[in-house]
């Protein structure tokens, strides 16, 4: 199996550029999960998906950010416009049950 | 609000030593894991273990969920081991939570 995989691996962008980040969970898993995680205030769940529904986006920051599930296979997070305080590692994570296995992160730079 | 105390907060062990972390947390857990970020990155899930005792070659947890805790014991460690363990719980109203981590040095 390929694992989680996500993408863009790194990204810089400047200030007010739409971002989007990309991930393709585990084939069979029905839960995907959004993190970002920051050395201020660590490891955070942004939004979980159970069968392509959003069950928890309370962790979504503000509205500059939006995440959508269109089917199984795909999911993307966009932030628009950025912020130099998105700059972060975004993992995506996948499961079926209860164990969630991670992507390899996106590392995005906003200046 | 919910709590998720995470310790000791930094661990320094010689090649070989034994080592006990503890999650703490503040809530009734319906879903409780353990994970490793290694020093490059990457998050692997360790355990998923909401009660009882699991084991996993040097590796094992116990969740008491009564008395909400869960620990991580970590025998003859070696260097590999080193990097970030986080504990993470969802509740009966399926909300996640994770803890600050330990962050743990092997040295050789």
């Known amino acids: 199996d390929a694992g989680v995989i996500q993408s863009p691996r790194h990204e810089v962008t400047e200030m007010g550029q739409e971002v989007t980040l990309r991930c393709k969970p585990i084939s069979g898993h029905n839960s995907l999960f959004w993190y970002r995680q920051t050395m201020m205030r660590g490891l955070e769940l942004l939004i979980y998906?159970?069968?392509?529904?959003?069950?928890?986006d309370s962790g979504m920051p503000e509205d500059r950010f939006s995440a959508k599930m269109p089917n199984a296979s795909f999911s993307t997070l966009k932030i628009q416009p950025s912020e130099p305080r998105d700059s972060a590692v975004y993992f995506c994570a996948s499961s079926r049950r209860e164990t969630q296995y991670f992507g390899p992160g996106t590392r995005l730079l906003v200046l | 609000g919910i709590q998720v105390e995470q310790s000791p907060p930094d661990l320094i062990l010689q090649e070989g030593a034994n080592s006990t972390l503890r999650c703490n947390f503040s809530?009734?857990?319906?879903?409780l894991q353990w994970f490793h970020q290694n020093p490059w990155g990457q998050l692997i899930n360790l355990f998923y273990i909401p009660s009882g005792t699991k084991q996993n070659g040097r590796l094992s947890a116990t969740t008491v969920a009564t008395e909400r805790y869960s620990l991580l014991y970590i025998s003859s460690s070696q260097t590999t081991d080193s990097g970030v363990y986080f504990c993470?719980?969802?509740?009966?109203?399926?909300?996640?939570?994770f803890g600050s981590g330990t962050k743990l040095n092997v040295k050789p």
């Open positions: 998906f159970n069968n392509n529904v959003p069950i928890d």
């Open positions: 809530d009734s857990v319906n879903n």
């Open positions: 993470a719980f969802r509740n009966n109203f399926n909300k996640f939570y």
